[in-house]
């Protein structure tokens, strides 16, 4: 194989490069899987230091109480207990940082002071010989607490209500934030509709899950602190800590070892990381933390639980004029940095998804209640608002008699309209969003066929069938959701002498196959095999300073920082070759893993030969040339917004995926059991690097999708706000017998401004299962009245619609 | 979640672990472990002594003769399920133990453990009343032997006195003309039954002549339905299902509501899954096909 490299760019990428015949496109296995599959991989809980200890953290019992006193003397006492810490031996540690200008100030301290706002709010820390001892001493902390009780909030209505108990004192409500938003066309097509109606839409409270839960270790060895933390941003959690306890940041390294998984919840910067490193400076030896399942559903970010009260003006024929919307967003106590304001914005950016759909106002309420803070997970909002969108469209289609499919047809973007500018300021820069559904359609026509055969002979069964047709903004500004962070990811790229290549970066691997991704790009870029190329992610002291992986991200951002590495590399181990080889360095060109004058006849000098010039034989340089091989790539990815412009309009993203989404579901209308009978997913993410692991990335996140629209789902007591979970058996993700098989085809549309056309496709399949298998159930049950407006869609929530509908039924 | 500290013994003999199990007012009795330790685990248990019974000599005979099957204590639930003389014995038993769990938790669950747990959704109990099993079981004053009918008395409480022991357990073969079949409605594959149902049809000619129906996952334990067994007298498959569904929705009248799903959903659905059985019962005629 041949790798023409074009050397034109030496400041920046070239966009032109679009080779398809190498390693890009490939479906390269994964170098990742070999340890986790031998049970070699080693996570944060795989470490084991000489001295260490454990730490438990005390939590709160309590959803909405003021601690009164905390006695730590009986767990002193008891043996192998070596401290407990509470909020006043943390006094000298700050308050996490304020950044987000646009919400109201929560003063969040690593443990909490004198209140406490959620059950699993960490308020005392305990070090001990193990964690069986360390567990026995919580417990007697927790024994030795006295809290006064506060009045709960539990419930988004209580908590909206003017005489609702506030959870911050200086605060006149319960709001984070509020964004009132009137759009005088919107208010012009409510007045010129021929009707409207009004519906409330619920996504539940969920969680990222990961099959991980979170870790901490922390070492301090000669006021140099190492932190192995579980997180998605080592960069941003070195900064967090250094700014927290004081101390430069050079003296602070934090190390991602593995990661068994993310989904957004370990992007934030939680409390445990900045108490461990703390409590190892303090006493000199090193401390372990490890969460478990129970501390993982109460004290990880929660996301998605979401209302919508919408209201919709629409035609006789199906035409939507307008949608007003006001998304409230429960973001439980706000204390975690942070907080989950920033999802309910992308729900209003995105809530129109592949559809031409200007006239949407939206207005973005974000309300804090006495429940587990809320933050990232997988769709970031995206999910909560295409559910919304496409029960609307069903809802006209079933009140005007119109043609499902062919209301959306009407709607949906169209090649001719890119780059279309959304309601939001959202530039969706190309797509397949028509051809997409269409060959949905068709995919699903078939299975809708099959499974009504397969039924026909049993009355209690229907089947129906639902659509999605959603954009994902991916690579998106870290700015409005942190207040700090923005929007670039690095590379470093070194050829060693031997030739072989080191790659560095600044994004992580969550189990992805970011490694093999970075591995090809490399490979691809350089004219190298992807075995020659070693990549370092997760560590700061070995990796640039870079802001992680989350928000589909890691492909644009490897993309475009490697190949700015690699241009520059190129361009000097050209000059090195070209001296070698006594032309001009114009005349040289990159084949088959050396460098020669082109069209000629002559030997190729090699890598190896071009990088021991570079770091040993300096002697063989151009003459004033500098040393070294090693160059680095900062990428900003173009078009991408941080801040909103004057009409408050911003576009997030550096780019947006799509896809279409369609199921069939078979529904028992006796005991309301729902089976998946197919689904299809007709995904475009641009330029593909590896095929095989984007398709991995959408089976995933259906899956994920499929746990949001039928099982996971976080309940609290109205009343208390008690969690009514504490372990797997209240919190249900689907497994693999409920995960259907799925077809999952691919359009590439490449992105028109992002190196290589790359799009992100870590979240895609998260957005449509909630809009779809809503739909295809309500359609199953459509003549007995049934439209669904909650998730989870549940056995017992099926036969409640049936139930509540034949009532209005009787009653009309 | 780490457990708070116990003891453990593991004996070898039944006397030893009598004694032992009589040595403490909070010692447990542990076989698979796979709800016991969970629940030490969150420290919702925190008994001062385990006993292991895992090596206690003659507790691991799985006994199939013209009577039915013998399981003793340490019998995991994955060597009933594979037996396929316990299969063709007693056919409710394969039946049931598809549903316990998965593939892991039946290799170290044992089927005496789920008996004496007595899980209200859990589907071995209902098995165990529906087919007509008897316990036996070993404490301080001896060995004595219990109906599985009438030994479940609410959740995680049964007949057995703290320091007693359940040795073993025999399902009496299925008779001629009866079909035992389980069924349930769960969340997912593998979960505690939201609703379920174990039961024995005595067929005559195509009809129902008389069952023992058990609900689980309904109420507080599992529950002979007094109504339905009347109703379903006659049951064949042409038959409507009206009055056998009023009659199961009456007997679960206290069935209660949890995250899962309300009080009324478990009665409706127990009704629906009820007629849905029988009338698959009823349209096999007596073979040994299962309801699904």
Same mark, same amino acid.
């Given at each position: 194989?041949?790798?023409?490299?074009?050397?034109?760019?030496?400041?920046?990428?070239?966009?032109?490069?679009?080779?398809?015949?190498?390693?890009?496109?490939?479906?390269?296995?994964?170098?990742?899987d070999?340890?986790?599959?031998?049970?070699?991989?080693?996570?944060?809980?795989?470490?084991?230091?000489?001295?260490?200890l454990?730490?438990?953290?005390?939590?709160?019992?309590?959803?909405h109480?003021?601690?009164?006193?905390?006695?730590?003397?009986?767990a002193?006492?008891?043996?192998?207990?070596?401290?407990?810490?509470?909020?006043?031996?943390?006094?000298?540690?700050?308050?996490?940082?304020?950044?987000?200008q646009?919400?109201?100030?929560?003063?969040?301290?690593?443990?909490?002071?004198?209140?406490?706002?959620?059950?699993?709010?960490?308020?005392?820390?305990?070090?001990?010989?193990?964690?069986?001892?360390?567990?026995?001493?919580?417990?007697?902390?927790s024994?030795?607490?006295?809290?006064?009780t506060?009045?709960?909030?539990?419930?988004?209505?209580?908590?909206?209500?003017?005489?609702?108990?506030?959870?911050?004192?200086s605060?006149?409500?319960?709001?984070?934030?509020?964004?009132?938003?009137?759009?005088p066309?919107?208010?012009?097509?409510?007045?010129?509709?021929?009707?409207?109606?009004?519906e409330?839409?619920?996504?539940?409270?969920?969680?990222?899950?990961?099959?991980?839960?979170?870790?901490?270790?922390?070492?301090?060895?000669?006021?140099?602190l190492?932190?192995?933390?579980?997180?998605?941003?080592?960069?941003?959690?070195?900064?967090?800590?250094?700014?927290?306890?004081?101390?430069?940041?050079?003296?602070?390294?934090?190390i991602?070892p593995?990661?068994?998984?993310g989904?957004?919840?370990?992007?934030?910067?939680?409390?445990?990381?900045?108490?461990?490193?703390?409590?190892a400076?303090?006493?000199?030896?090193?401390?372990?933390?490890i969460?478990?399942?129970?501390?993982?559903?109460?004290?990880?970010?929660?996301?998605?639980?979401q209302?919508?009260?919408?209201e919709?003006?629409?035609?006789?024929?199906?035409?939507?004029?307008?949608?007003?919307?006001?998304?409230?967003?429960?973001?439980?106590?706000?204390?975690?940095?942070?907080?989950?304001?920033?999802?309910?914005?992308?729900?209003?950016g995105?809530?129109?998804?592949?559809?031409?759909?200007?006239?949407?106002?939206?207005?973005?309420?974000?309300?804090?209640?006495?429940?587990?803070?809320?933050?990232?997970?997988?769709?970031?909002?995206t999910?909560?608002?295409?559910?919304?969108?496409?029960?609307?469209?069903?809802?006209?289609a079933r009140?005007?008699?119109?043609?499902?499919?062919?209301?959306?047809?009407?709607?949906?973007?169209?090649?001719?309209?890119m780059?279309?500018?959304?309601?939001s300021?959202?530039k969706?820069?190309?797509?397949?969003?028509?051809?997409g559904?269409?060959r949905?359609?068709?995919?699903?026509?078939?299975?809708?066929?099959?499974?009504?055969?397969?039924?026909?002979?049993?009355?209690?069964?229907?089947?129906?069938?639902?659509?999605?047709?959603?954009?994902e903004?991916?690579?998106?500004?870290y700015h409005?959701?942190?207040?700090?962070?923005?929007?670039?990811?690095?590379?470093?790229?070194?050829?060693?002498?031997?030739?072989?290549?080191?790659v560095?970066l600044?994004?992580?691997?969550?189990?992805?196959?970011?490694?093999?991704?970075?591995?090809?790009?490399?490979?691809?870029?350089?004219?190298?095999?992807?075995?020659?190329?070693?990549?370092?992610?997760?560590d700061?002291?070995?990796?640039?300073?870079?802001?992680?992986?989350?928000?589909?991200?890691?492909?644009?951002?490897?993309?475009?920082?490697?190949?700015?590495?690699?241009?520059?590399v190129?361009?000097?181990?050209?000059e090195?070759?070209?001296?070698?080889l006594?032309?001009?360095?114009d005349?040289v060109?990159?084949?088959d893993?050396?460098?020669?004058?082109?069209?000629?006849?002559t030997?190729?000098?090699?890598w190896?030969?071009?990088?021991?010039?570079?770091?040993?034989?300096?002697?063989?340089?151009?003459?004033?040339?500098?040393?070294?091989?090693?160059?680095?790539?900062?990428?900003?990815p173009?078009?991408l917004?941080?801040?909103?412009?004057?009409?408050?309009?911003?576009?997030?993203?550096?780019?947006?995926?799509?896809?279409?989404?369609?199921?069939?579901?078979?529904?028992?209308?006796?005991?309301?059991?729902?089976?998946?009978?197919?689904?299809?997913?007709?995904h475009?993410?641009?330029?593909?690097?590896?095929?095989?692991?984007?398709?991995?990335?959408?089976?995933?996140?259906?899956?994920?999708?499929?746990?949001?629209a039928?099982?996971?789902?976080?309940?609290?007591?109205?009343?208390?706000?008690?969690?009514r979970?504490?372990?797997?058996?209240?919190?249900?993700?689907?497994?693999?017998?409920?995960?259907?098989e799925?077809?999952?085809?691919?359009?590439?549309?490449?992105?028109?401004?992002q190196?290589?056309?790359?799009?992100?496709?870590?979240?895609?399949?998260?957005?449509?299962?909630?809009?779809?298998?809503?739909?295809?159930?309500s359609?199953?049950l459509a003549?007995?009245?049934?439209?669904?407006?909650?998730?989870p869609v549940?056995?017992?929530a099926?036969?409640?619609?049936?139930?509540?509908?034949?009532?209005?039924?009787?009653?009309? | 979640?780490?457990?708070?500290?116990?003891?453990?013994?593991?004996?070898?003999?039944?006397?030893?672990?009598?004694?032992?199990?009589?040595?403490?007012?909070?010692?447990?009795?542990?076989?698979g472990?796979?709800?016991?330790v969970?629940?030490?685990?969150?420290?919702?248990?925190?008994?001062?002594?385990?006993?292991?019974?895992?090596? %206690?000599? !003659? *507790?691991?005979?799985?006994?199939?003769?013209? @009577? /039915?099957v013998?399981? +003793? &204590?340490?019998?995991?639930?994955?060597?009933?399920?594979?037996?396929?003389e316990a299969?063709?014995?007693?056919?409710?038993?394969?039946?049931?133990l598809?549903?316990?769990?998965?593939?892991?938790?039946?290799?170290?669950?044992?089927?005496?453990?789920s008996?004496?747990?007595?899980?209200?959704?859990?589907?071995?109990?209902?098995?165990?009343?529906?087919?007509?099993?008897?316990?036996?079981?070993?404490?301080?004053?001896?060995?004595?032997?219990?109906?599985?009918?009438?030994?479940?008395?609410?959740?995680?409480?049964?007949?057995?006195?703290?320091s007693?022991?359940?040795t073993?357990?025999?399902?009496?073969?299925?008779?001629?003309?009866t079909?035992?079949?389980?069924?349930?409605?769960?969340?997912?594959?593998?979960?505690f039954? %939201?609703? !379920? *149902?174990?039961?024995?049809?005595?067929?005559? @000619? /195509?009809?129902?002549? +008389? &069952?023992?129906?058990v609900?689980?996952?309904v109420?507080?334990?599992?529950?002979?339905?007094?109504?339905a067994e009347?109703?379903?007298?006659?049951?064949?498959a042409?038959?409507?299902?009206?009055?056998?569904?009023?009659?199961?929705?009456?007997?679960?009248?206290?069935?209660?509501?949890?995250?899962?799903a309300s009080?009324?959903?478990?009665?409706?659905?127990?009704?629906?899954?009820?007629?849905?059985?029988a009338?698959a019962?009823?349209?096999?005629?007596?073979?040994?096909?299962?309801?699904?």
């Amino acid at each position: 194989m041949t790798v023409q490299m074009k050397v034109e760019s030496p400041t920046g990428i070239n966009p032109m490069i679009r080779h398809r015949s190498g390693h890009i496109g490939s479906s390269l296995p994964r170098r990742e899987d070999r340890s986790p599959l031998l049970g070699r991989r080693r996570y944060v809980a795989d470490l084991k230091l000489p001295g260490m200890l454990e730490v438990a953290f005390v939590r709160s019992p309590e959803a909405h109480a003021l601690i009164r006193s905390i006695d730590t003397g009986p767990a002193l006492a008891l043996p192998g207990v070596h401290a407990v810490y509470t909020a006043a031996d943390l006094a000298e540690v700050g308050s996490f940082p304020h950044t987000i200008q646009y919400i109201r100030p929560v003063d969040q301290r690593p443990l909490a002071e004198d209140r406490v706002r959620y059950v699993g709010s960490p308020y005392a820390a305990v070090v001990a010989a193990d964690r069986y001892t360390a567990e026995d001493a919580a417990a007697l902390v927790s024994a030795s607490t006295e809290f006064e009780t506060l009045p709960a909030v539990a419930v988004l209505d209580q908590a909206l209500a003017e005489d609702a108990p506030r959870l911050y004192d200086s605060w006149p409500d319960n709001r984070l934030v509020d964004f009132p938003a009137e759009k005088p066309e919107v208010t012009k097509a409510f007045e010129e509709a021929d009707h409207t109606f009004t519906e409330t839409y619920v996504s539940q409270r969920q969680t990222g899950l990961p099959l991980e839960c979170r870790g901490v270790v922390a070492e301090d060895v000669d006021g140099q602190l190492t932190v192995w933390s579980s997180t998605q941003s080592p960069h941003i959690v070195r900064t967090t800590i250094a700014m927290m306890l004081g101390i430069p940041e050079p003296q602070v390294r934090v190390i991602l070892p593995a990661m068994g998984g993310g989904f957004g919840a370990k992007t934030h910067q939680y409390p445990e990381d900045i108490v461990l490193a703390w409590i190892a400076r303090k006493l000199g030896r090193p401390v372990r933390w490890i969460e478990d399942r129970f501390e993982n559903l109460v004290s990880t970010v929660h996301a998605r639980d979401q209302r919508h009260d919408v209201e919709v003006a629409y035609d006789d024929d199906g035409t939507i004029r307008a949608v007003r919307c006001a998304a409230y967003c429960d973001v439980g106590s706000g204390e975690i940095f942070m907080p989950g304001t920033a999802t309910v914005f992308v729900t209003a950016g995105c809530i129109t998804g592949g559809y031409d759909f200007p006239n949407m106002e939206v207005r973005p309420v974000c309300v804090v209640t006495n429940k587990t803070p809320s933050g990232a997970y997988r769709g970031f909002g995206t999910p909560e608002g295409m559910f919304v969108m496409e029960r609307i469209i069903d809802r006209v289609a079933r009140l005007t008699g119109a043609d499902r499919v062919e209301l959306r047809r009407r709607m949906i973007l169209q090649e001719d309209q890119m780059p279309y500018i959304m309601h939001s300021g959202g530039k969706v820069d190309s797509g397949s969003h028509a051809k997409g559904f269409e060959r949905a359609a068709a995919l699903i026509e078939q299975s809708l066929a099959r499974a009504k055969a397969r039924y026909a002979d049993d009355p209690d069964v229907r089947v129906g069938v639902g659509y999605n047709n959603y954009v994902e903004p991916t690579t998106p500004t870290y700015h409005l959701t942190t207040g700090h962070w923005a929007g670039y990811d690095s590379a470093t790229i070194r050829v060693d002498p031997d030739g072989a290549v080191r790659v560095a970066l600044g994004n992580t691997d969550l189990g992805q196959g970011a490694e093999t991704t970075a591995a090809q790009l490399a490979a691809e870029a350089l004219g190298v095999d992807p075995d020659d190329v070693t990549v370092v992610m997760g560590d700061t002291d070995r990796a640039p300073y870079g802001l992680g992986a989350w928000g589909s991200r890691g492909a644009v951002v490897m993309t475009g920082s490697v190949l700015m590495a690699a241009d520059r590399v190129l361009v000097k181990a050209r000059e090195i070759a070209a001296h070698m080889l006594e032309a001009s360095s114009d005349d040289v060109v990159l084949a088959d893993g050396g460098f020669h004058v082109a069209g000629s006849g002559t030997p190729k000098v090699s890598w190896a030969k071009v990088a021991t010039a570079a770091w040993a034989r300096t002697v063989d340089l151009p003459e004033g040339m500098e040393p070294g091989l090693e160059m680095s790539g900062y990428f900003e990815p173009p078009d991408l917004e941080h801040l909103p412009g004057a009409d408050g309009k911003v576009n997030a993203a550096a780019t947006w995926s799509n896809g279409a989404h369609a199921g069939v579901v078979s529904v028992r209308i006796s005991t309301g059991e729902i089976r998946i009978e197919d689904y299809a997913v007709v995904h475009d993410c641009g330029t593909m690097i590896n095929p095989m692991l984007i398709d991995g990335q959408v089976h995933g996140a259906v899956a994920q999708g499929i746990a949001g629209a039928m099982y996971e789902h976080f309940q609290y007591d109205p009343e208390t706000a008690q969690p009514r979970f504490a372990s797997f058996m209240e919190y249900l993700y689907p497994t693999c017998s409920e995960v259907p098989e799925m077809t999952v085809e691919h359009f590439e549309t490449p992105a028109p401004e992002q190196p290589l056309g790359v799009k992100g496709c870590g979240e895609g399949g998260t957005i449509g299962p909630p809009a779809v298998i809503t739909g295809a159930v309500s359609d199953a049950l459509a003549d007995l009245g049934v439209d669904i407006t909650a998730t989870p869609v549940t056995p017992a929530a099926v036969r409640r619609a049936i139930r509540e509908a034949a009532a209005r039924g009787a009653a009309s | 979640m780490k457990p708070a500290a116990f003891d453990y013994c593991r004996p070898a003999s039944i006397d030893e672990a009598a004694a032992a199990l009589a040595s403490s007012d909070s010692a447990k009795v542990l076989a698979g472990g796979q709800s016991l330790v969970p629940s030490m685990n969150f420290r919702i248990s925190q008994p001062s002594l385990l006993v292991d019974i895992r090596d %206690v000599e !003659g *507790l691991d005979g799985l006994e199939v003769d013209q @009577d /039915g099957v013998s399981i +003793g &204590a340490s019998v995991t639930q994955s060597r009933v399920m594979n037996s396929d003389e316990a299969y063709s014995a007693v056919p409710g038993l394969r039946r049931a133990l598809r549903f316990v769990g998965h593939l892991q938790i039946r290799n170290r669950g044992t089927v005496c453990g789920s008996l004496a747990h007595a899980d209200p959704a859990a589907e071995l109990p209902a098995l165990a009343m529906a087919a007509g099993a008897r316990l036996t079981v070993r404490g301080p004053q001896g060995e004595r032997t219990a109906a599985a009918d009438g030994f479940y008395l609410g959740p995680y409480w049964t007949g057995l006195e703290q320091s007693e022991i359940i040795t073993g357990v025999c399902f009496p073969a299925e008779a001629p003309g009866t079909v035992t079949v389980v069924d349930e409605i769960a969340r997912r594959s593998g979960d505690f039954a %939201v609703v !379920g *149902l174990a039961a024995a049809f005595d067929l005559e @000619d /195509g009809s129902v002549g +008389g &069952a023992r129906l058990v609900s689980f996952g309904v109420s507080g334990r599992p529950q002979r339905l007094a109504a339905a067994e009347e109703a379903v007298r006659g049951f064949h498959a042409g038959a409507a299902g009206d009055g056998l569904y009023g009659a199961a929705y009456e007997d679960a009248a206290d069935a209660v509501g949890d995250i899962h799903a309300s009080g009324e959903y478990r009665r409706e659905a127990l009704g629906s899954l009820l007629v849905r059985t029988a009338r698959a019962v009823s349209a096999s005629n007596g073979g040994k096909a299962g309801a699904r």
